[in-house]
Nanobody, 119 residues
Framework: QVQLVESGGGLVQPGGSLRLSCAAS????????MGWYRQAPGKQRESVAV???????NYADFVKGRFTISRDNAKNTVSLQMNSLKPEDTAVYYC?????????????WGQGTQVTVSS
């Protein structure tokens, strides 16, 4: 099992910044992907940014140039720096860890943290 604890959500004005953080603990495999997803009211959950242990990050088009994902493999943490926030970024943001276990990917999710962008 993997446990994820998120922090950093809140209310911010348009154009502002927030930083989300997620700490993972438990049975984190050596092959894994960490990332952030979001779900707005009435919409499906969507990928925001994901990052493997090595390699380049993969961003959704709607956050490219504004959000930056980073991770600390030694501490099993992943962060999302969000700049130039827009009202349409308002959503519950979820931390995700995807473990490669015996030939399959297994997903673990955090409890979610609310991000509200409003004046």
């Amino acid at each position: 099992q993997v446990q994820l604890v998120e922090s950093g959500g809140g209310l911010v004005q348009p154009g502002g910044s927030l930083r989300l953080s997620c700490a993972a603990s438990g049975s984190i495999g050596s092959i894994n992907v960490m990332g952030w997803y979001r779900q707005a009211p009435g919409k499906q959950r969507e990928s925001v940014a994901v990052l493997g242990r090595v390699g380049m990050a993969n961003y959704a088009d709607f956050v490219k140039g504004r959000f930056t994902i980073s991770r600390d493999n030694a501490k099993n943490t992943v962060s999302l720096q969000m700049n130039s926030l827009k009202p349409e970024d308002t959503a519950v943001y979820y931390c995700n860890v995807r473990n490669w276990v015996r030939g399959s990917w297994i997903d673990y999710w955090g409890q979610g943290t609310q991000v509200t962008v409003s004046s």
